[in-house]
Structures are given as structure tokens and as C-alpha cells.
């Protein structure tokens, strides 16, 4: 046990370069940062096990930050830690750096999650926890017995998505979770009781967690706590840390500045900073300091762990020498690689709906990817994630050996802890619900696209042919959200989503399998409610592959291509056929991916969809969604009105997605 004395002066020397940072940048989030330092030193300095020359080791403890502004905190621990260099806090939010304003993913350094928006970054914790208890249900505790820690704050625990966690983690007796909420009673603009009074403990008591509450500034209460959670062995734990705002601030006449709303969201500024600075024991001349005895602590640390790592890598190699299979299952899991997957043993039914077609590649997901989680917001049976379910269990507080992850109704949830599962890795993670609800989830897929977790987003009842249920639950505006974050490149020049919306059950196959392929970014698969007719025999479904091709029976020669994604291809085979009748050839073009469509070379682009040529596109959602395909010259019918309520085939005829109205619409834009 250090020195409570050397615990705070090490905590101290947080608070000054996490000042110092904010300082220098002229932006950023100083005082929960100073106030949460001892929590992360005691943290990091004692607890949080990892391998200083391995960062990315499958068996170390996983750190998730919630409150992403609090980042200053995080990069001045991992500095000591000898992660980032001083230069590199010096270039806080600037340029280039690797010290953004808020943490971005690097595992190599320390970084296990971005975060920012309020209450994700503890739901992929959660998630990560999940993960770990799957995975040692199937490879037993020798290889998977580290710790989930997540750090919290007021803000994060307002979020509705803290609700959904708290619930699940309780529900599931996530123990390898530990979570320090700092509560501190300051936030941005106010203090926390103007606009909370609940009792905080009581709630996640109530879920089934194991709550303390600690003097979040005292080294020994906070070394207490830890003890006891890591000793916990049916609950997740929730440790409420009574912090101070700014601890250690000085004002400029010298008076104190802590608990103060200012330090929250602005620099100290001025006499205030440098007050602050000598106040802490730091040269506000020179802060950026690690002092001598924080850098003995913290390689001291390095001492200890190379001897902890050192005896669990020798665990390690003994369980692999007697297991060879499950080792080699286990490399294969956490090597990122796609999983091998026979689709020759999906069988597809013609005419089915493009749920009940992913229900069937779900079922095979389920029997050759034992590493693959499934979840549904309960809408399993709906969504036919049940497809999955069929050949699995759900996951339970008692049985992680199941593969089925119930989130209950909570998309956004269900969403960040799927996300966390493949932070933590060894799993691939897919995910169910209504694509009108994909709106609640949308926080998170884009998280998931800025740090690129290769998650599945699996949405049906894809358009207003959900029917009776009406308006509220026929998405329009969805898919041209979603296709907006398809044309939007993420640092390394990828879509930063890809999206499938699959014209019939055999395009759904190979959407699928490209869904696997993918491990650079999310997926998303959009899928129809209603029965879809197959596209003509002789179809080369090989061609789906380039997010755009050419149908089966097109006319060589052409007037008009006809194109569309989803069930609408097959509306555009039968208008075809009414115009073929008056003299008219047609190109019929399946897109069900445009940003695949775009990646291909420029050359078939052209053979698709040549320049000049007349285009008319049919969407069931907004014309947007298909206007950069169709060009200026193009027409597109779509939806300009949200949905009714009826039977789907009624609405079909009234909004005029029939093969009569394709008629048409296209004889009207070949006249003008």
C-alpha cells in the first residue's frame, strides 16, 4: 500500500497538467477533471491490471470514461503511465494531436472507448462486461478474469440510456463491473440539485447492484471501496464518489475556487490558473512536470505488473498447451479476422418477406459462429432475430453460455452494450428492431462509426407497408438518414457505414455475407415486412457485390432505366412489363448499397448507369434518398407525407407504389 501522502501528491500533479492542458489550449473541461484525479491515480497506480508492454493483451483490466469532457484527466494518468508524452498534453485539443478534446479510441494507449455524448461510454462497459462472462462461459475463468471499471458522471447518470444499463447490468449480475460515479453537484450551467433530487443509490440498489458511498477524494476510502467490489461475486458494483468540483482551485484573490459551476466548462484563466498551480504544489511557470516521486510510484507500478502479467501469462500458456482447440477458437475470436461461413447451407424460400430471408442467415450464423451475439428490443419474433434465437438461448444471470442477448425495450441501450461486447473483443455482435426505431439508436451507430466497431444493425419493417400500425411506425425519412452516413468518409477513407436494403430473400444472402466480411465499420441491413417476389430467374446475385448492378432481363438496348433498392425492384419488374407492352425497353437496377456502388471503379459505374441516359428511381421513403443516382435530369417517386394507417396492399394503391402508376409516372417523364 502507497503512501497516502505520495497518493496525494500524485493526485495533485494530475490536477496541475490537467489544468495545465486546458490552460494552454484556451478550451476545455478543467474542474471535473481535478476533482475526479484521486479516483484515477489510486485507479491506475494500484488496481487496473494491464501489460506495459503488451497494451493490447486479451486478459487486461478494461478502463471505459463516460464523461468524455474529463479527458484531461485520462491523458495526464496515462501519461504517467508512460502512454502519452508531455509534448503530447502541451498539444491538447490542437491540430493533429493525439489529445483531442474528447478521447478517441486507441487501445494502444490506453483508450478502450470514444466518448463524449453523455451515458454511452458506462453502457460499453457494460457491454464489455457481457462480453467477458460470454466468453468465459466458453473458455473458462483462466483466460477471461479481469475487471471492467467505468467512470461516471452526474450527467451520465441523467441520460435515459444510464436507465437501460442499470437495469440490464443488475438483471444479468454483471460482478466483473465497477463503475465510480463522480458526484460532484456541479454540471455545465448548473448545479446538479436544480435539476435532481433523486436518491441515486436507492435506484441502482433497486437493480440489483452493490452500492457504497465514499469520500471521492480520500485515497484510503476509495482503495476500500475497490477492495470490496473486487470481492463482490453476484452484483455489479457502483461506487458514488462525493468529489469536489475544481478541487484545489484558487481564485484570483486566493480565496477558493472549488465547487464552482466556472470550473466545469472554461480554463482557470489568469491569476486564477496560476494560483491554482502553486496552490497544488506545481511552477505555473513550468507545469508540465511529472514530479520525482510520481514517476518513482508509477514505474514502481510497472515493476508489479510486469510480475502479475508475467504469472497470468504463464496461466495462460499452460490452459493453451490443455486446450489447443479453444486456443486456437479463442486466437481466431480476437484476431478481428471475418469468420469462414458455408451460405451454401442457407436455403432461401422464394417470395418471402427480407426478414424471414435474414431469419434464415441468422440461423446459420448461429450454428457456425460461436463467437456471434445476437440482441433484439424485444421484437425478436418481429424482426426475426428469433431466427438466431431458434438455434440458441438467451443470456441469463446464471448462464452466459447462451447466445441471445434480450435487451428489452431499449434500442439505444441494447445498441451501446452490443457495441461494448466488440470493444472488449472476442465476440461479433448484431442487434434487432423496427427500422423506425433505428431514431433512438442513432447516437450510437454513430459512435460506432467514428471508432469503426464492425456491429451489425439489423432493422425490419422497412417502409409504410408495415400498414395498420400507421404512421408512427412507417419509416420515410430513415433510410435518407441513414444513406447520408453512408456518403460520409470516416480518418481512413471508408464509408463510415454500409448499408443493404436487399430487393428479395437471395440478395438478403449476400448481404448478409458481406455483413460478415465487414470489419472495418458497421453494417446496417434493412429489411421488408411484407412478402417480396423474387427477381427473375437467371439472376447473377454475384453482382450484388458491387452495390449496384443490372437485373436479369433488361433490354440490351434501352429508353429508361428503372431503378430502385429493397421490395421497390420488384415494383419496377411489374411496371416494366406495362411499358414493354407500348414499345418502351427498360434497365432495371437493384442498388442495394449506393456507397458500395460508389467504391466501385469509375468504369462500371458508367456501365450501369451511363451518363445521358434517362433515369427514373422509385423509393418508398424521400426522393432524396435516390436523387444523387438519378442526376439532376433523373425522376424519382417517393413520399413527400408520412405514413396512414391500413393494410399495406391498400396502401400500396393509395401512395402509388402499383405497377400501373410506375406506368405512368415513366411515360410522363419520357414525354416531357
Known amino acids: 500500500m502507497n503512501d497516502k501522502k505520495l497518493m496525494n501528491l ?288 508509477y514505474a514502481n507500478r510497472r515493476e508489479e505488473l510486469k510480475k502479475i502479467v508475467a504469472a497470468r501469462r504463464e496461466e495462460e500458456e499452460k490452459w493453451k498447451l490443455e486446450h489447443p482447440e479453444k486456443a486456437r477458437e479463442m486466437e481466431k475470436w480476437f484476431s478481428g479476422r471475418a469468420p469462414k461461413i458455408d451460405w451454401t447451407k442457407v436455403q432461401q424460400k422464394a417470395g418471402v418477406a427480407t426478414r424471414a430471408a435474414s431469419a434464415a442467415c441468422l440461423s446459420a450464423l448461429a450454428e457456425q459462429v460461436p463467437n456471434m451475439i445476437c440482441a433484439s428490443a424485444d421484437l425478436s419474433n418481429s424482426d426475426k432475430t428469433d431466427g438466431f434465437l431458434k438455434m440458441t438461448h438467451n443470456i441469463t444471470r446464471n448462464d452466459f453460455s447462451g447466445a441471445f442477448f434480450q435487451a428489452g425495450v431499449s434500442e439505444l441501450t441494447m445498441a451501446c452494450m452490443c457495441i461494448g461486447m466488440m470493444l472488449h473483443g472476442g465476440v461479433i455482435t448484431a442487434m434487432g428492431t423496427f427500422f423506425v426505431f433505428s431514431d433512438y439508436m442513432k447516437p450510437a451507430i454513430r459512435l460506432a462509426a467514428l471508432m469503426e466497431v464492425p456491429v451489425k444493425f439489423i432493422w425490419s419493417h422497412d417502409a409504410f407497408r408495415v400498414g395498420e400500425d400507421g404512421p408512427t411506425h412507417e419509416p420515410v425519412e430513415q433510410e435518407a438518414q441513414i444513406r447520408l452516413m453512408e456518403k460520409l468518409k470516416n480518418h481512413h477513407g471508408k464509408d463510415s457505414v454500409r448499408v443493404f436494403r436487399p430487393a428479395d430473400a437471395e440478395e438478403t444472402t449476400v448481404c448478409w455475407a458481406m455483413a460478415m466480411e465487414n470489419t472495418a465499420t458497421p453494417t446496417a441491413l434493412i429489411f421488408s415486412r411484407q412478402g417480396v417476389e423474387n427477381l427473375p430467374a437467371g439472376n447473377d446475385y454475384g453482382q450484388v457485390r458491387k452495390g449496384a448492378y443490372v437485373v436479369k432481363g433488361s433490354d440490351n438496348d434501352f429508353d429508361v432505366i428503372l431503378l430502385a433498392s429493397g421490395s421497390e425492384v420488384s415494383t ?82 393509395k401512395l402509388g407504389f402499383t405497377a400501373e402508376n410506375v406506368y405512368r409516372q415513366v411515360k410522363s417523364y419520357l414525354n416531357e
Open 10 to 297: 500524485a493526485a495533485d500533479n494530475i490536477r496541475i497538467l490537467a489544468a495545465s492542458m486546458v490552460e494552454k489550449a484556451k478550451s476545455g473541461h478543467p474542474g471535473g477533471a481535478m476533482g475526479g484525479a484521486d479516483f484515477i491515480n489510486v485507479l491506475f497506480s494500484e488496481y487496473l491490471v494491464y501489460d506495459p508492454a503488451d497494451p493490447e493483451w486479451t486478459g487486461r483490466d478494461r478502463f471505459f470514461l463516460d464523461p468524455g469532457h474529463m479527458s484531461p484527466m485520462l491523458y495526464a494518468a496515462l501519461c504517467l503511465q508512460g502512454k502519452f508524452t508531455l509534448d503530447e498534453l502541451r498539444q491538447f485539443r490542437q491540430w493533429g494531436s493525439p489529445t483531442p478534446g474528447h478521447p478517441e479510441r486507441d487501445v494502444k494507449r490506453g483508450i478502450e472507448n470514444t466518448s463524449g455524448p453523455l451515458g454511452q461510454g458506462h453502457s460499453f462497459a457494460a457491454g464489455a462486461a457481457v462480453a467477458e462472462k460470454f466468453l468465459q462461459a466458453r473458455l473458462g475463468s483462466t483466460m477471461m478474469q479481469h475487471k471492467i471499471y467505468a467512470y461516471i458522471s452526474d450527467g451520465g447518470v441523467q441520460e435515459e440510456i444510464s436507465q437501460g444499463t442499470g437495469r440490464l447490468a443488475g438483471l444479468l449480475g454483471l460482478n466483473n463491473l465497477i463503475m465510480f460515479y463522480d458526484a460532484n453537484d456541479i454540471q455545465l450551467s448548473t448545479e446538479v440539485g436544480a435539476v435532481m433530487k433523486e436518491d441515486t443509490a436507492a435506484k441502482y440498489k433497486a437493480w440489483g447492484w452493490n452500492v457504497m458511498t465514499i469520500d471521492g477524494n480520500d485515497a484510503d476510502a476509495i482503495r476500500q471501496a475497490l477492495d470490496d467490489a473486487q470481492h463482490e461475486s453476484s452484483r455489479p458494483t457502483l461506487i458514488i464518489g462525493k468529489t469536489v468540483m475544481g478541487k484545489g482551485a484558487l481564485k484570483e484573490d486566493g480565496s477558493s475556487y472549488e465547487h464552482s459551476i466556472k470550473t466545469h466548462g472554461a480554463p482557470l484563466g489568469g491569476e486564477a490558473y496560476r494560483n491554482t498551480i502553486t496552490n497544488l504544489g506545481g511552477n505555473p511557470d513550468n507545469p508540465f512536470v511529472v514530479f520525482p516521486e510520481v514517476e518513482k510510484l
Open 572 to 653: 419496377l419488374e411489374s411496371g416494366a412489363a406495362l411499358l414493354r407492352n407500348d414499345g418502351i425497353r427498360t434497365r432495371i437496377v437493384s442498388v442495394p448499397s449506393e456507397g458500395l456502388f460508389r467504391c466501385q471503379p469509375h468504369d462500371y459505374q458508367q456501365t450501369v448507369l451511363p451518363k445521358g441516359a434517362k433515369i427514373f428511381g422509385l423509393t418508398a421513403g424521400l426522393p432524396v434518398t435516390l436523387q444523387g443516382l438519378v442526376g439532376a435530369e433523373g425522376r424519382v417517386y417517393g413520399l413527400e407525407t408520412f405514413g396512414f394507417s391500413a393494410p399495406y396492399t391498400v396502401l400500396d394503391e
